[in-house]
Structures are given as structure tokens and as C-alpha cells.
């Protein structure tokens, strides 16, 4: 009797603590073969399941920007500040060509300041974009922000978006305390073979600094905030229970600062399908892929003839293993990558050249030799050109040069070819001394956008200027051709 009980009460708090760690509404979307339950321990590390955030799909989204103690690391859990209680926070998924309306509910404490949030490679309004100085929530106050899945006249291309706090000055903090989600654009002209459903997975990076409590403060350093934990998808350590076919990887580095160089345990390579903006025009194979904060990498992995083995995706620059992936089930791969994938729009010839030099002036991080300024504005493009940006970076840092309002087209890299798997993308790694050309055509709003360096430190410090997306001013009428007498017969 009394072992009946007891072993009831071991159950009951198991239970209680699975939910508490993975949260009760976190699930594993669509992974049916994946969302496991069993209780397999190895002692030390990867012996908690790779979780999923719960996935939104419906047209009206609210979305609480909550304080929540997430459970990380084994002992006390970490207080966040989060969208929706989860980190990472809640996934929107919409299909492409349909107006979404995300309500966001600042409800953190009035200390945390207002809010702003920027969907990070959406085609949005400017008053949609996340401003960093104006259109902020206020604590206790609301926002809504509508994302119109529409560009030029088309559907938005398919890709993995991501949604994260904008803030003047504090994006840094804000991001490193919990607030970024995932926003997925599906889209029926993208390759239906390629690997869907269970067989999809979003993979969120990220790195913290845990105190000896579990928490994370954060501490501005201009030079970067980095921690010594890895995580994916907010768990320390994962697996994932997978079969030997294929699966499509959807990577978000959500780190503020640091860079990763992702290769697998085994040596085999990523076959990269697509970038930030979209699926590339054909697919490149990569055995390691360097990755700064903001970028995505849509690749495929194969984990055929592989049944049985434990692999890891790792981060060959500090020779971490980030993910488990265990091959536990032998299951038919029906799916299949196209040759060519998604060809690239057409933008027309750029008209006008900017240069952007990535800087350090006066002990700050710079752009042209200026720290952000909300009441300066560095460019006006008008609407409906193209223009040809140039980036160069004369520091002994890298920077991830983020563009806002559309994808950009690369035209050269130090003056030769770009990367193949660098078609068209709109946050980009600027190593010292490197140049990179882009072309990118300002199409369906006017307003003001940013661009500025992903690395967080960097952003906050100052990296970081607006343009101004500007009507052509009516020209002058031309004077009238004078008529001609007309040629006798
Ligand atoms: Cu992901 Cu201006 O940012
Ligand atoms: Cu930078």
C-alpha cells in the first residue's frame, strides 16, 4: 500500500516537471515520430528532448510579452521575459499572400520600458516595421501589427522569418532576456517533394551566460554579450529521436553576438536550399556553414544509412556539440530536392550607388562615421528603383549587415564572386576588410527602415542609421516638342 503511494507521488511529481520544464503548451509540432516520451537518461548531457514552441497559424495572433521562469538547466528555472511564456517564444506560421494581425500586450514590469517589435525580414509597412523610437507599446499598453504577406504585387516568398524586440539601445538586453519568436511563411510555389511536416524542423541557436542561480543578466559591453551555454530551441543539450531520410533544417542564429560554424559529427555535408530570403535558385552542398546573428540556413540532411548512430550538429569554432540527433527508426524518405528550386526576382539595374562603411569612430561602433541618431536620416531612395548598396568594413571585427523593408541581391564579394549560397539574402557577414556589393529594388512603401549591425553590441552602441523610402517628387514637365511643319506630299 504504502509503495503504492509512494510510487504514485514519484509519478505525479515526474509528470508535474515534465510540464513544468517543457511548459504545457509547448509540443512538438507535427512530429509524431520525434515527440517522445520515454524516460531515457545519459548521464551529463543531451538527455533532455529537443522541444518545439507552440505554432500559431491563424490570421489574428495576441501575443503577451510576459515575464515567465522558464525551466533551462537542471535546478531553478530562468527568468525570461518571453512572448507567450515560452522560450523561444510563440511560432506564427501563415501561408503566403494572407494578411496577419499579431496583438502584442507589453505586461512586463514598467522597469523593461516600452516595447517595439520588428518582424525580421518581412516586407512590412513602415509603421508595421517596429520603429525603434516611435509607435512603441507602453507598459499595460497594446499594439497591433499587420504583416501583408504580399510584394509587388505577389506572394511573399516562402522562408523562415523571425520576430524580436527593436528598442533604442536596449535591443541587446531585450533580446538576450527571451524576446524573439519564429515566423514561417509557407508558400505553394516553393517545391512540394521537399521535406514537410514532421520532417521540418526550426532550429533556434542561441547562446546565455547562466549565474550561479540560473539566471542570465545581462551586462552591456560594446564588444559583445556572449555566454558559455548553447541552446537549441531553449533546451541545453538536446536530442531528437529521427528516422534515416531526410530532413529539411530551418536554422535562426538568435545569438545577440557571437558566430557559429555549423558542421555534422559525421563529416557529411548540408545541402543548402535557402537563405533568409527564400529558397536559392539551385542548392549548394556545404560540409560547415559560418552563420552570424539574424542570418537563417534552410538546408537538408540526410541521415540515411545512418540507423542506429547518434550525430551531432556542432559549432566547430568552439568545438561544441549543440544537438543530438538519433537515428532510431528506419522509415521510407518520399521526399526529394528539386535540381532548381526558386529562380530569383527580377529587380532591374540599380540607378544609384550608396556606400555604407561599417566603422569604429570615437571609441563607438559607426556607420559612415556616425552613431544612430533617430532624427537623422541617411537615405532617401525613391520608390520603385533600384539601387546598388555598397558595404565595407574597415575594423577588425565582423559585422551582419541588416537591411529592413526588402531582400537584397548580391552583386560582388572583394570585388569578385559571391557565394552561391548567397543569391539573395538581407543579413549578410561583413568580415574586416571585406566589400560586398548589393543591389535591392524599394518597392510598395514609403517611410523609414533601418539598417544596422545584427551583432547586438554593435546596434545598441550606435551601428545603426534609417532611410527614408521617398515618392519621386513630380518631375518637371518637359517642354513640349515643337511641331514640326509637315513634309509636303
Ligand atoms: Cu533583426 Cu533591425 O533587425
Ligand atoms: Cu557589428
Keep these: 500500500?504504502?509503495?503504492?503511494?509512494?510510487?504514485?507521488?514519484?509519478?505525479?511529481?515526474?509528470?508535474?516537471?515534465?510540464?513544468?520544464?517543457?511548459?504545457?503548451?509547448?509540443?512538438?509540432?507535427e512530429t509524431t515520430t520525434t515527440a517522445t516520451t520515454t524516460t531515457k537518461t545519459i548521464a551529463g548531457s543531451f538527455s533532455h528532448p529537443l522541444v518545439f514552441p507552440p505554432v500559431d497559424t491563424n490570421a489574428n495572433v495576441s501575443i503577451g510579452i510576459d515575464e515567465a521562469c522558464v525551466q533551462i538547466l537542471?535546478?531553478?528555472?530562468?527568468?525570461?521575459?518571453?512572448?507567450?511564456?515560452?522560450?523561444?517564444?510563440?511560432?506564427i506560421r501563415r501561408p503566403t499572400g494572407q494578411s496577419t494581425y499579431v496583438t502584442f500586450t507589453n505586461s512586463l514590469d514598467p522597469g523593461a520600458g516600452e516595447m517595439t517589435i520588428h518582424n525580421h525580414g518581412n516586407h512590412s509597412s513602415a509603421n508595421n516595421d517596429g520603429q525603434p523610437e516611435t509607435l512603441l507599446i507602453p507598459t499595460g499598453g497594446s499594439r497591433t501589427y499587420t504583416y501583408e504577406g504580399?510584394?509587388?504585387?505577389?506572394?511573399?516568398?516562402?522562408?523562415?522569418?523571425?520576430?524580436?524586440?527593436?528598442r533604442m539601445d536596449v535591443t541587446g538586453r531585450n533580446v538576450w532576456m527571451g524576446l524573439t519568436g519564429l515566423y514561417i511563411v509557407d508558400d505553394p510555389a516553393d517545391p512540394s517533394t521537399l521535406p514537410s511536416g514532421e520532417f521540418d524542423l526550426p532550429l533556434v541557436i542561441a547562446d546565455r551566460q547562466?549565474?550561479?542561480?540560473?539566471?542570465?543578466?545581462?551586462?552591456?559591453?560594446?564588444?559583445?554579450?556572449?555566454?558559455?551555454?548553447?541552446?537549441?530551441?531553449?533546451?541545453?543539450?538536446?536530442?531528437?529521436?529521427?528516422?534515416?531520410?531526410?530532413?529539411?533544417?530551418?536554422i535562426l542564429?538568435?545569438?545577440?553576438?557571437?558566430?557559429?560554424?555549423?558542421?555534422?559529427?559525421?563529416?557529411?555535408?548540408?545541402?543548402?536550399?535557402?537563405?533568409?530570403?527564400?529558397?536559392l535558385p539551385v542548392p549548394v552542398t556545404r560540409t560547415g556553414m559560418r552563420m552570424g546573428p539574424a542570418e537563417r540556413m534552410d538546408v537538408v540532411v540526410n541521415f540515411s544509412g545512418q540507423l542506429g548512430q547518434n550525430i551531432y550538429l556542432v559549432d566547430a569554432l568552439t568545438g561544441t556539440q549543440l544537438l543530438e540527433f538519433r537515428?532510431?527508426?528506419?522509415?521510407?524518405?518520399?521526399?526529394?530536392?528539386?535540381a532548381t528550386l526558386r529562380p530569383l526576382p527580377d529587380i532591374g539595374e540599380p540607378s544609384v550607388t550608396r556606400n555604407w562603411s561599417f566603422d569604429q569612430t570615437a571609441g563607438h561602433w559607426t556607420i559612415n562615421g556616425l552613431r544612430?541618431?533617430?532624427?537623422?536620416?541617411?537615405?532617401?531612395?525613391?520608390?520603385?528603383?533600384?539601387?546598388?548598396?555598397?558595404?565595407t568594413n574597415p575594423t577588425g571585427q565582423p559585422h551582419t549587415v541588416h537591411i529592413h523593408d526588402v531582400s537584397q541581391q548580391c552583386l560582388s564579394r572583394n570585388g569578385g564572386a559571391?557565394?552561391?549560397?548567397?543569391?539573395?539574402?538581407?543579413?549578410?557577414?561583413?568580415?574586416?576588410?571585406e566589400v560586398l556589393e548589393v543591389k535591392l529594388k524599394f518597392t510598395d512603401h514609403v517611410g523609414m527602415y533601418m539598417l544596422h549591425c545584427h551583432m547586438m553590441e554593435h546596434e545598441d552602441d550606435g551601428m545603426m542609421t534609417q532611410f527614408e523610402v521617398v515618392v519621386r517628387a513630380n518631375p518637371t514637365p518637359r517642354p513640349r516638342p515643337t511641331p514640326r511643319s509637315r513634309p509636303t506630299p
Aim: hydrophobic letters at 35%; charged letters at 20%; one cysteine or more.
Design 327 to 338: 537515428v532510431t527508426q528506419h522509415v521510407t524518405d518520399d521526399s526529394s530536392i528539386p
Design 150 to 166: 504580399v510584394e509587388e504585387g505577389n506572394n511573399q516568398r516562402g522562408k523562415m522569418q523571425f520576430y524580436h524586440d527593436h
Design 418 to 433: 559571391c557565394y552561391p549560397y548567397e543569391t539573395m539574402k538581407e543579413t549578410w557577414y561583413l568580415s574586416p576588410g
Design 372 to 391: 544612430f541618431d533617430p532624427s537623422r536620416v541617411d537615405a532617401r531612395p525613391v520608390l520603385g528603383t533600384t539601387e546598388k548598396w555598397v558595404f
Design 210 to 250: 547562466f549565474d550561479a542561480n540560473n539566471q542570465i543578466p545581462y551586462v552591456f559591453n560594446p564588444n559583445g554579450v556572449t555566454g558559455d551555454k548553447f541552446l537549441v530551441n531553449g533546451v541545453y543539450q538536446p536530442y531528437l529521436e529521427v528516422g534515416d531520410r531526410k530532413y529539411r533544417v530551418r
Design 253 to 279: 542564429s538568435a545569438s545577440n553576438f557571437r558566430t557559429y560554424f555549423l558542421e555534422l559529427s559525421t563529416g557529411d555535408s548540408f545541402i543548402q536550399i535557402g537563405t533568409e530570403s527564400g529558397l
Design 74 to 91: 537542471d535546478g531553478p528555472c530562468t527568468n525570461m521575459w518571453t512572448y507567450g511564456g515560452t522560450y523561444p517564444g510563440l511560432t
Design 1 to 29: 500500500m504504502f509503495t503504492k503511494i509512494f510510487l504514485a507521488l514519484i509519478l505525479a511529481a515526474a509528470i508535474a516537471a515534465v510540464g513544468v520544464r517543457f511548459g504545457s503548451a509547448r509540443h512538438s509540432p
